[in-house]
């Protein structure tokens, strides 16, 4: 007589089961990752110390993007995004020339001097390896497209030494409203075990934990909350900027490494109307915020037109780091201006102006506890909250899947990536922006007004 299988069993054997190709793909993913960013480490240090090195900027974008569309289109832009498609879009399959491909043209972009993260590299990086095992495994599309998603959570996790913050992310930025709880404890173990591989290989991690945090108040409260509104704002003009370069760069109709040259030479331009401190990583810049310095008002506007145009002009590279670059330029200013402690606003302009541009509210949060310690955590959460919400239903990753309104008087189809959703306002009799817009009609339909 056969024992039925009970669903304990059944949980058991699913949890062993991707406990297992969790550890392999977290694993795999830190390995590639530490040779990534040493190799990165290696070549900026190395070419960083040429005088005027960014010269090289157009020959740079110019064999980026050659390289690219020859060898592995797919690896286009920042890595996030082109994961995120592969998912909705191609069952999570990634063709394993991508991996090399964006590793190369990432660490010519960024050793020249191009503006871009290296978190996107390795979230591509991570999602193909998982893709690559899937393939030989021969792999079903659900479980192919839960290790890809572990591929992601690794990358992130690798590159910012943030494990936590890096599995939450991998679950929370495919879809806008909804996070992926079948996928919860592979991404967790996954990014656990691709940091500790990554630090294990000799890649340093930053860490800046704020000490001075002023005690709760409702003026701070306030202040706080109005910075984070200012900090969405700038995520919509950050997305935008993306956006009409993008649509800049289709229209010019050459052969596309040509438009490597085109970039590269702009950017060498505004180098010398501007300053070098825009190129690259950035990670001097933040730092000085992080430790009290503020930079010129302009700083954050310079750095988005800086990396807009590395982006859709033929350099390869990620997203966030130049998000952490320009909210944390922005925090700094708005603290300065409001007479409030520059790094605490630094930090908290850094995670939120994620939050808003990735709509991943809960990763953002959760890498401010582990950046910056647990008592800048209260403001950071609300400040990531209110800049997700004020970003509206736009996004860096173009290809997100809009599972939420963010407001019940927004009217649009669930289920549409962000470049295709449409969304209008919804008048409803109760509604409070409703009742103040009416309220307004009436005092400007006045007699003598």
Known sequence: ????????????????????????????????????????????????????????????????????????????????????????????KIKAAVVPVKICTTIITLAAGGSAGKEGPCAQIGGGLSSILADIFKFNPADRRKLVICGISAGFASVFGTPI????????????????????????????????????????????????????????????????????????????????????????KIWYPWKGVIGGVAIVLLVF????????????????????????????????????????????????TPIFFVGSAFGSVYAHIMGLDTSTFAAIGMVSLLAGCANTPLAASIMAVELFGPKIAPYAAVACVVSFLITGHRSIYPSQVFAIMKSSSIRGEIGKEVEEIQTEFQMREHSLISGVLMLVRKVFKRPGL
Request: with cysteine; net charge neutral; proline share 3%.
């Open 1 to 92: 007589m056969k024992k039925q299988i009970t669903e304990e069993t059944v949980l058991l054997i699913s949890v062993i089961k991707w406990s297992v190709l969790a550890t392999v793909v977290g694993v795999l993913s830190g390995l590639a990752t530490a040779v990534f960013i040493l190799s990165l480490n290696w070549s900026t240090s190395h070419l960083g110390r040429l005088s005027h090195f960014y010269l090289l900027l157009p020959v740079a974008f110019f064999a980026s993007a050659f390289i690219t569309k020859y060898l592995a289109p797919e690896a286009e832009g920042h890595g996030t995004e082109k994961v995120i498609e592969a998912i909705h879009r191609r069952a999570a």
């Open 165 to 252: 913050a890096g599995a939450v992310f991998g679950i929370e930025v495919l879809f806008v409203g909804t996070i992926l709880y079948d996928v919860l404890l592979p991404s967790f173990i996954a990014g656990i075990i691709g940091y500790q591989v990554s630090s294990s290989m000799g890649v340093s991690y930053f860490y800046h934990p704020i000490d001075f945090v002023p005690s709760f108040s409702e003026a701070y409260f306030i202040k706080v909350l109005f910075g984070a509104i200012f900090i969405g704002l700038c995520s919509f003009v950050f997305i935008e900027s993306m956006n009409y370069f993008k649509r800049l760069s289709e229209k010019i």
């Open 273 to 320: 109307i501007f300053s070098p401190k825009y190129l690259g990583l950035g990670l001097d810049p933040i730092e000085a915020t992080l430790q009290g310095g503020v930079g010129s008002w302009y700083d954050f506007i310079v750095k988005i037109i800086f990396t807009s145009i590395t982006l859709n002009f033929g350099g390869s590279g990620g997203i966030v």
